[in-house]
């Protein structure tokens, strides 16, 4: 709408007698609101181009004959706009009996029932009772299965294009579509086919009715059960903001929590529907030890003492070099930076990794390009497919600068030639470098070539799980301390740390976190059944539970609080959504005990927000950044 | 003085000839009064399934929140209760409830009322949370209200599988007259038990 320049012609108009200044080309609705006056709405959403169907924005503005869509209507100077008088108050009360002439009011059973903007807004305006028979309405088909994840009640639906638009403006498949005309008319997917998209669960969100519910949440809760926490999805390194619903202390159902900078409000169907994974029951409770060849549940502090005389044990014989350590992409950044201090000053063991394919050659400029950042290209350039299946929402976002910006986007293939494509890329302006990490090569490359040829660009690489880049940002590489600080001797890498303890050469290993990129490996097992010590902490039994020496029960991501760093290096809160069934400690505070019984203290307790403070003083460019904002790393750091 | 012994007595004579009020408890009861509110009730439809369609609104409606449900979707071949949801769990901790009927008042299809019993006592805890089960009308119904509507009736049918539409042991209680259940949402009609 409106930009920089144009701030100084404010508008001025006045909203039931308060003045407002917007900048021209507001929206009355958007203007009222900043008056602090709530004009209901169900057509338009703050992401979507206003329609003006659903005429339940209708507001007095003096001057014209009849009432004007708040949601559509443009401010002009001068202009009085009035939301509480008769006649609105009428207009809306029969507005609400239209919408409610066919709707089933079959709100008991609805999932949407307690957070519907149908039964807010007739509990506020509508009328107090309804003239027509609830006998004589019109049937539609309900419980319709649009896909595997979501169901529709054309009965619920009130009409207002919402999703229809959604697939129009924000993905572009134009997967459903409005049929029929008149009372008859119904939303549906095109010729009753299944819908594809991987983005069909933002559609129950943004529905106002409920129409469109999420089959797996359906019937699992009542809005009133749930308990909301503040959090980041798990499912990749993009760092959507969610809201994790809880019921007794299990997530329920992810919601998105708009964050423009991130997500702009949109989640993917993997993130979205994901987390069942976290609710999984086979989980490690117990601390438990090998004594005398036999495990056995033992008491945590019995626990923390054996693990810790274990490896001291390990490295009085063999040297601090004897020793492994292996982090997870999914700990928190807190956790990930006393890991590899433990692994380092502490062990003295340069051996530690979270990943099990070496990564070299890594660097804070590789991420210099913010997500939101991409809206300021010229042209984007998306190398290969991995990006954006890796981090869905990528996709979201790249439609966005292509179509609402008309922007330029070029995908080329993971082999290009750098030449080729900087001769299809515009003339000047700035150029926006799209990769997997595993492209980092091809896309510094790229990068170097565009530079070369005159043009600004900046790479964004994508990164694979939801804290690979805070591990990196941290030093959980043997390659690199923290800060991507090199190092005088480098240790080795996941594989190669597992080999060699297979070779013998490796006594003990500490493995902390859900260890998903090991699990799958044949390596692994070999390696934790070679070794004479294995200290396990992790959340669930898999191959390091069962052949742990020491096993302390660690807490998934939704358990714990800390910060991760997304692919951009956005240092976002994670927050306890949900406790876990045992008392034992946080895994942040496991590593602090484990420390102080090899005999080193961290210095400050073994709390999220300390910690943080620590790691930020190691690393600088994580100063103050835990509310929500980008690490700024210096050029050339 | 005599004459305050004598008045004494006199009454105390006169309570010996009349009948005690007191009754021999657990063997002999007195009547409940029909708006007494005791231990919960979950109704059935006359065709045996659950009025209960787990919508939690007496949970929500529950002052001191003693009521757990756990809501599911039907299977259409076999529902437990008409349209498309029933209550997988319903739990009432009868120790924390006030027994102020406010759960009855929130219940969209009348699945839930306060019924005459009283004798809520036990040796466990545990036994005083009252699950569906526990809670849940035998079929047929053994509750004065539905005992006038359970003569008329067939066979019953195994309480664990409640019958649905064109079931095989629907047996005379499907012919029984006009008893769709209001269930928004059902909107199949004609023979009684028609779900959905």
């Keep these: ?637 | 003085m005599f004459r305050e012994m004598v008045g004494g007595l006199r009454i105390t004579l006169r309570e010996m000839m009349t009948k005690p009020i007191t009754i021999q408890y657990p063997e002999e009861q007195r009547p409940v009064p029909p708006r007494h509110r005791g231990r919960h009730i979950l109704h059935r439809y006359d065709n045996g399934l659950e009025k209960c369609i787990g919508c939690e609104l007496c949970a929500g409606a529950c002052p001191v929140g003693c009521i757990y449900v756990q809501a599911a979707e039907n299977d259409p071949q076999h529902p437990v209760s008409p349209g498309e949801r029933y209550a997988v769990r319903y739990e009432i901790n009868l120790m924390r409830c006030i027994y102020c009927g406010y759960c009855a008042e929130a219940c969209p299809t009348e699945a839930i009322t306060l019924g005459p019993r009283l004798d809520l006592a036990d040796y466990k805890r545990e036994r005083l949370v009252a699950t569906k089960d526990d809670l849940l009308e035998a079929w047929p119904g053994f509750h004065p209200m539905a005992q006038g509507v359970a003569e008329g009736r067939g066979a019953p049918a195994p309480q664990t599988s409640p019958l649905g539409a064109g079931s095989s042991h629907q047996g005379p209680a499907g012919s029984a007259p006009g008893l769709r259940p209001p269930i928004p949402g059902s909107r199949g009609s004609g023979g009684g038990a028609a779900p959905i």
């Design chain 1, 1 to 637: 709408m409106a930009d920089a320049s144009t701030v100084a012609e404010l508008v001025n108009i006045s909203v039931d007698g308060r003045p407002v200044e917007v900048p021209p080309g507001t929206l009355v609705w958007d203007a009222c609101e900043k008056a602090g006056i709530f004009v209901p709405v169900y057509c338009a959403h703050k992401k979507l181009e206003p329609v003006a169907v659903c005429r339940m924005c209708l507001v007095e503005v003096e001057g014209l004959p009849k009432l004007q869509p708040a949601c559509a209507t443009r401010v002009a100077p001068g202009m009085v706009v009035r939301t509480q008088t008769e006649q609105v108050r009428k207009f809306r009360d029969g507005n609400l009996e239209f919408l409610l002439l066919n709707h089933p009011l079959d709100c008991p059973v609805c999932d949407r029932g307690g957070e519907c903007d149908l039964q807010d807004f007739t509990q506020r305006y509508g009328p107090g009772r309804a003239r027509s028979s609830i006998t004589e309405k019109v049937h539609f088909d309900k419980a319709v299965k649009l896909s595997d994840k979501i169901m529709l009640d054309q009965e619920r639906c009130i009409l207002c294009w919402r999703c229809v638009r959604y697939y129009e403006e924000i993905t572009g498949e134009r997967e459903i579509v409005l049929q029929e005309r008149g009372v008859h008319t119904v939303v549906d997917s095109f010729e009753r086919q299944p819908l594809q998209s991987q983005f069909q669960g933002n559609l129950p969100e943004i529905c106002p009715v409920g129409a469109l519910t999420h089959r797996q949440y359906r019937f699992r809760a009542r809005p009133w059960d749930l308990r909301r926490t503040a959090s980041v999805c798990s499912h990749c390194s993009y760092g959507c903001n969610i809201f994790v619903d809880a019921r007794e202390e299990q997530i329920a159902r992810y919601a998105s929590n708009d964050n423009p900078e991130v997500d702009d409000s949109w989640l993917c169907d993997q993130g979205r529907y994901g987390f069942p994974e976290l609710n999984r029951p086979e989980r490690v409770i117990n601390p438990e030890a090998r004594v005398g060849g036999l495990r056995q549940a033992v008491s945590y502090q019995d626990a923390v003492a054996r693990a810790a005389g274990a490896l001291l044990r390990v490295r009085g014989d063999h040297g601090g070099t004897s020793v492994g350590v292996l982090g997870s992409p999914r700990m928190t950044n807190e956790e990930a930076f006393v890991l590899q201090w433990l692994a380092r000053e502490v062990i003295a063991t340069p051996h530690v990794d979270h990943r099990y394919e070496p990564l070299e050659g890594i660097s804070p400029e590789q991420f210099r390009l913010g997500i939101a950042e991409l809206e300021g290209c010229d042209a984007v350039v998306v190398i290969g497919d991995r990006p954006e299946r890796l981090s869905p929402v990528l996709t979201l976002r790249l439609y966005k600068v292509a179509n609402k910006l008309g922007r330029q986007i070029l995908r080329v293939p993971e082999t290009f030639s750098a030449a080729q494509v900087v001769k299809q890329l515009p003339a000047a302006g700035r150029i926006g470098i799209v990769a997997a990490q595993a492209d980092r090569a091809a896309a510094m490359g790229l990068r170097a070539k565009a530079g070369s040829a005159g043009r600004e660009a900046a790479v964004l690489t994508i990164t694979e799980a939801v804290n690979s880049r805070g591990c990196q940002d941290l030093g959980l590489l043997p390659n690199v301390g923290p800060g991507y600080r090199s190092l005088e001797h480098s240790g080795l890498f996941g594989r190669q740390l597992l080999e060699a303890a297979v070779a013998g050469q490796i006594k003990a290993l500490l493995v902390v976190g859900d260890g998903a990129d090991f699990e799958a490996e044949g390596l692994f097992h070999e390696a934790l059944a070679k070794v004479d010590v294995a200290v396990v902490v992790t959340a669930w039994q898999g191959v390091a539970s069962r052949a742990a020496t020491v096993l302390l029960p660690g807490r998934t991501i939704a358990e714990k609080a800390g910060t991760v760093t997304n692919t951009e290096g956005r240092v976002q809160r994670v927050r306890t959504a949900v406790e876990p069934k045992f008392t034992f400690p946080s895994d942040l505070r496991i590593l602090g005990d484990l420390a102080a019984g090899l005999g080193s203290d961290l210095g400050v307790q073994a709390l999220a927000a300390p910690v943080f403070e620590l790691l930020a003083a190691a690393v600088p460019a994580y100063r103050g950044c835990q509310a929500g904002l980008r690490a700024h790393w210096e050029p050339g750091s």
